[in-house]
C-alpha cells in the first residue's frame, strides 16, 4: 500500500513501534538535533517533536525518518520485518517497470494550502534545526528533494544536497560537480551565466524523499522510479514562480534561483562520514521565489553522522543496485552487491561465481568496472567474495576477508584514481585536488586450486551436514523451542 503522504507513514511508524512522539519543548538549537544523533546511534525509533521552542504547536519536526531497514520496508509499503533480500528484489524489478507521475490541479494539492510571496518569505517561519554543534548555520533542507532541470532536453533530476538558511529569504548549500544537479548548473547553467530555476520539496511521500536520496543512473527518472517502487504514480504539482513540478503531497516547498554568480558561505556541517566537514566555503546563492506549505507543517530532518541514519540507508541501498546492473550488462556472473551502511558507502561487497566465468583474476576486472561507473568513481574500498558468502551476513564477509584474503598477493592498490574531497583519511593536497588511492581485496580461492583437494571445505551449517537433515532441523525449529528464523532458506 502506498503513503499519499508523510503523515500516513508516521501513523504507520508508530503502529510497529517505530516513532516517538516527544511532547517535552525541546529546543531547535542542538537538542533536537542531539536526540536525532542518539537514536541513529542506538537504532531506535524516529523521534516526531510535537513542541519546539519559540514556535507554536502548529510546527513540528520529524527526525530520522528512515535510519534503518525495517523502517524501509515500511515506507515501501511492508511488513518491517520483511528481509533486505526482498527489498532488494523488488527495486531491481521496480527499476524495469517504471510508472510516469501524474501532474493535479493545484487545488488538489496539500502543498498548496498557504502560499507565500514576496515580503511575506520568511524562511525562519519553521523551525530549521541546528543539527550538530560547530555547523554554520541552522539548516533547513536535510531531508528533502531537490528539484531541477536540464534546460536542453528537459530530463528532470531529484536529489538531495543540504541546503542553510543564509537570509529571510535565501539559502546556501553545497552542489557537487559530479552530481547530477552539479551537471546540471555547472555545466548548462553557470556558462551561460542565467540563474538555474530550483524547488526544494521538504516531506514529500516516504518513497519520493528514499528515491531523492538514493543514487540512482541519471537515465533513470527519479519520479517514475518512486512511483514503481509505490506501485501508483506520484502525484506533482506545478510550482507558483517557477516552470517545475513537485510532489504535492509536501509539506513544505521552496521554490527559487540558484544565482550564477552570487555566492555566500556555507558549513562547516557535520558529514555521512561521521566527521565535520571542510571550513566555511562560498557556495552558490539561492534566492527563494515562494514558499508553499500545508497547515500545520511537519518539517523533516536528517542529522547525518556515524552510523545508521538515512543517508547511509538510501545511498547504499540504491548504490549496490546500480553497480549490480552495469555488472550484469558487463557479463560479470555477479550474485549480489551491498554497501554496507555502517561503512557510510565508502566499501563494496560484490559476491561473483568465478569457477562459473573461468576468467583469471576476475576480482579485478570486477573492481575496474566498478570504479568506471559514475555512482562509484570515488570509492575508496572494495571486497570480492566467492558466491558461497552470503554478503547480506557481514559475519560471514568478515570470515571471508580473514581466510581467504592474502596479505601479500589479494590487496590491490591503485596509487592515484579520482576521490571525494569528503573522505577524512585524505590529506590538504588530495581534498583540494580530488586524487587519492584506491584498494580492493580479492577474497576469493584462487582458480587454479583444485576445488576437490586444494581449496579447504568450509565448516558451516549449509556446508558440513546433508540437506536433507537441514531441511528437517529449519522445518522443526520452532518445535525446538526457538524463535522463528527471519530467513529460513539455505
Known sequence: MAFKDIREYIAALEKHGELRRIKKEVDWNLEAGAIMRLTNERKLPSPLFEKIKGYSSDFKIFGSPINSYRKLAIAMGLSPDTPLQELVRI??????????????????????????????????????PMLHEGDGGR???????????????????WGMYRYMVNGKDTLVGVIRPAAHMGYHFYRKYKPRGIPMPCAMAIAPEPVSGFVASSRVGIDISEPELAGA???????????????????????????????PTETALEGPFGEYTGYSSQPKQPRPLFKVTAVTYRNNPILTASCVGTPTDEYHIAGCFAKGQEIYDKLRIEGIPVVGVIFPPQC????????????????PNLPDQVASLIWGTEVAANLPYI???????????????????????????NIRRVEHGTTSPFHPFLNAYEREHRVGSKAYFDCTWPLEWDPAKEVPQKVSFKTMYPPGLQDHILKNWEDYGFEKLETPSR
Not at 527499476?95 to 511575506?120: F, M, T, Y
Request: charged share 30%; with cysteine; aromatic share 6%.
Open 91 to 128: 527495486y531491481h524489478e521496480s527499476k524495469k517497470k517504471l510508472i510516469k507521475p501524474v501532474v493535479v490541479e493545484k487545488s488538489k494539492a496539500p502543498c498548496k494550502q498557504n502560499i507565500d510571496l514576496g515580503d511575506q518569505i520568511d524562511l525562519l517561519k519553521f523551525p530549521a
Open 139 to 157: 539548516y533547513l533542507c536535510s531531508w528533502f528533494c531537490t528539484i531541477t532541470k536540464d534546460p536542453d532536453t528537459g530530463h528532470v533530476n
Open 229 to 259: 517502487i509505490r506501485q501508483e504514480p506520484v502525484e506533482l504539482v506545478k510550482c507558483e514562480t517557477i516552470d517545475l513540478e513537485v510532489p504535492a503531497s509536501s509539506e513544505i516547498v521552496i521554490e527559487g534561483e540558484i544565482s
Open 344 to 359: 557510510i558507502s565508502s566499501l563494496c561487497v560484490v559476491s561473483v561465481r568465478t569457477r562459473e566465468s573461468n576468467v
Open 383 to 409: 571486497i570480492v567474495v566467492d558466491d558461497d558468502v552470503d554478503i547480506f551476513n557481514m559475519d560471514e564477509v568478515m570470515h571471508a576477508m580473514v581466510t581467504k584474503c592474502h596479505p601479500w598477493r
